[in-house]
């Protein structure tokens, strides 16, 4: 839907220049963006970027650029590029096709209750005592299971599984394939397991013998708050005795797995391949970039930032930036890695020294 560079800029909150009354349709990098006439605006928030813009485009820039000397039509001035990106994407993207009403195809339990004005696609399944709340707008074949509540203006996409015993906020936004509520990979023996021993004696085993495991299920929901997000294809699986918790304004991202018991804070974010194991404890606004590992009943204090591929083993206290396996603060991470590659030069030298030894004592 077209909006004027006037209008466009109020509902960023931001400051415009040039003909107003331009038409926009949606946004493109400076290349693809072409001049005014196209309707694309040119996403220009660099110089190095502004290079590329056609005569005569529509742009958003940054402040202090200058739009006259770059021959554009019109121009947005973003105070902080980022934001302004979040809300003009937000502003042109038309969503899932989801049709509004409820699709003849769905299963819905007749205990379910599907608050107003809520769209329901094709071959979705609500299950028994389940409450949708207001305008959710839930994809083809997403499933939600007996007893979990949804709240208002929820989007489910496509081929979501909501398992029984799941309690979600307000704003809730699941992308295609993710898993909320399956059962926590939860075993037992009937001795001492070889898992167990190892914990105990850090590496020494007294014998190996044959072992069978018994299913320890999954009592436990999964509890999510206000304005969370989960990515395709992640799993958050339900809790033990007490419910896994996320709560709100935390993001998590593609193919993150959070195991039975843990408990994420506040306006966390949770990268593409991270794994949190059971029990463990996220504190508020922490970072885990991608491929963070978590072991279990591990506590992650406020504020702490992970960089990729960090192995967290112990606790982290709160405002910590750590990197590396096993994870160290970042910066002694950064000398590791800076020794690490004189290690062949140190080599060399000690070789050399070797040899000059060697020949001092031949001559002896």
């Not at 979600?168 to 009937?190: K, N, W, Y």
Request: proline share 5%; with cysteine.
């Amino acid at each position: 839907m077209p909006i004027t560079i006037r209008d466009l800029a109020h509902s960023l909150g931001a400051r415009a220049w040039g003909d107003l009354d331009l038409s926009v349709t949606g946004a493109a990098e400076p290349e693809a963006a072409g001049a005014a006439s196209t309707g694309l605006i040119a996403l220009a928030m660099a110089p190095r970027y502004a290079e590329a813009l056609a005569p005569g485009a529509m742009a958003i820039l940054a402040e202090g650029m200058d739009p006259e000397a770059l021959g554009v039509r019109a121009a947005i001035f973003a105070p902080r590029p980022r934001l302004v990106m979040a809300g003009l994407t937000q502003a042109f993207d038309p969503g899932p096709d989801i049709a509004p009403g409820i699709h003849a195809s769905a299963v819905i339990d007749p205990s379910a209750q599907i608050g107003e004005g809520a769209s329901i696609g094709p071959f979705v399944v609500i299950g028994a005592g389940v409450v949708i709340g207001a305008r959710a707008r839930i994809g083809a074949h997403a499933s939600i299971a007996r007893g979990s509540r949804i709240g208002d203006d929820a989007l489910i996409h496509a081929g979501v599984r909501i398992a029984h015993g799941v309690t979600a906020g307000d704003r809730l936004i699941v992308q295609p394939g993710a898993v909320i509520g399956g059962d926590g990979f939860s075993f037992v023996t009937p001795e001492e397991s070889g898992i167990e021993e190892i914990r105990r004696t850090l590496g020494q085993r007294s014998a190996i013998k044959a072992q069978h495991w018994t299913r320890i299920h999954s009592l436990g929901g999964v509890e999510i708050g206000d304005d969370v997000e989960i990515g395709a294809n992640a799993t958050i699986d339900r809790g033990t005795i007490r419910a896994t918790r996320v709560g709100s304004g935390t993001k998590i991202d593609n193919l993150a797995q959070l195991g039975h018991n843990v408990v994420v804070g506040r306006d966390c974010l949770i990268c593409g391949q991270v794994g949190i194991a059971g029990s463990s404890r996220i504190g508020d606004r922490v970072v885990l970039a991608g491929q963070v590992g978590v072991s279990d009943n591990i506590e992650i204090g406020d504020d702490v930032i992970a960089g990729g591929a960090t192995k967290i083993f112990t606790r982290v206290p709160s405002g910590r930036v750590i990197l590396g396996n096993p994870a160290v603060k970042m910066e002694t991470q950064m000398e590791i890695q800076k020794a690490m590659r004189r290690l062949p030069r140190f080599a060399e030298q000690l070789s050399k020294l070797q040899q000059s030894v060697t020949r001092l004592l031949e001559k002896g």
